[in-house]
């Protein structure tokens, strides 16, 4: 097996060989270079840049030096526990919704840590007064960036820019959105891009099931007597349908949680830790779990659709994840058509569901000079045939129009 940089401590997280992002970012990641790292959900991106990130970090010096925000506290948690995997000996300190946020600061302000991984809205209360120093900070760091930039983190985002100076920015993302392109160009300044999203194909196969709004808990039940997942996250757009579907599922004997939101974040924390050891074969949620989070998970369903688009994409990507392979099922009906075909044209193939055939242009006309003769002999068909077929042959040949220099 191939050496490669970061190898040992790649390994040690059960991983063999880095994804394309990886690879990229264990060899540009250095300070004073701004990177911006393009990849498809379930590629590894989190790991592209906390394994050459962590090499640059004094861990004797009792300085902040490196900042992680991402959007929800299930990252902040997962973030945590990669590291610890990776080098017990750093000091980390999480700053998430329901914490102590005076108390944590406190504890900052006492004992400095190398990294404070944060959400947005947490991570701009602990700045505020200004108290906290970030002199030694060498790398800031959005992950999961598509969803940071959403309108309810913009404003946020901006309060925190203006104390983060003087240190190396990277930005990982699924994608580059539109909002993202002003903040990029006002504090990113310089940057490298890095997409490796055509280089990066998932092993996900798409499900369309149609159904009939008053038979669709009878196609969704049917589904699950069906296959026999690991793990099956099923995801739903709207909290009173999720607490509806688990109590039909609880009383159809399957082994399922009710994973959401509303749930305290120590809760949350022991929840993510029972799902990691399979104490679950059903988990039903919202987005709040379609961003970042790395669960062995096979099976993904969709009972609803997302009302944002990008969200289909960030659900199916919690599985085929780190080259494995999964199946995502959609449940529509008419209402969701136009939704079916924007996930088509962004190149979504569902099993069971013929492409329309593209109909040539010319192959119209052809047919259309060579009318049916007024009396019919026998073996008109393949002579009318052989005709528009010489037809078309001209037609296509007369296309084009020589171009022609108009340079003296």
Known sequence: MSKFLFADDFRKLNFQNPTPIQEAFFRKVKPGVNLIGVSKTGTGKTLAYLLPVINYLDVDLPEIQVLIIVPTNELVFQINSMLNTINDKLKVRLIYGGINKEREKQKILNNAPNIIISTPKQLALLLEDHQINLAKLKFVIFDEADMLFDLDFLSTIDEIMPKIKNCTHLLLSATITQAMKPFLKEYFKAYEMVDVTEKTT??????????????????????????????????????????????KMQAGGFQVLNYNSALKSKLRLKLIKQIQNHEFQYIIVTDLIARGIDLVCDVVINYDLPNNHEYFFHRSGR??????????????????????????????????????????????????????????????????????????KELKKNEYTPWVSHKK
């Open 319 to 392: 599985t085929g994840r780190m080259n494995n392979s999964g199946d995502v099922y959609v449940f529509a009906n008419a209402i969701d058509q136009k939704k079916i075909n924007n996930y088509q044209k962004k190149g979504i193939e569902f099993i069971g569901v013929q492409k329309e055939k593209k109909v040539d242009p010319l192959l119209i006309k052809a047919t259309k000079n060579i009318r049916k003769p007024k009396k019919v002999t026998p073996g008109y068909k393949k002579k009318n045939k052989a005709k528009i077929k010489k037809n078309y």
């Open 202 to 247: 998932l092993k996900i196969k798409y499900h369309l099931i149609k159904y009939q709004c008053d038979n669709k808990d009878k196609e969704f039940f049917s589904l699950l007597n069906k296959i026999k997942p690991f793990l099956a996250l099923i995801f739903v757009s709207k909290k009173e349908t999720q607490s509806i579907l688990y109590h």
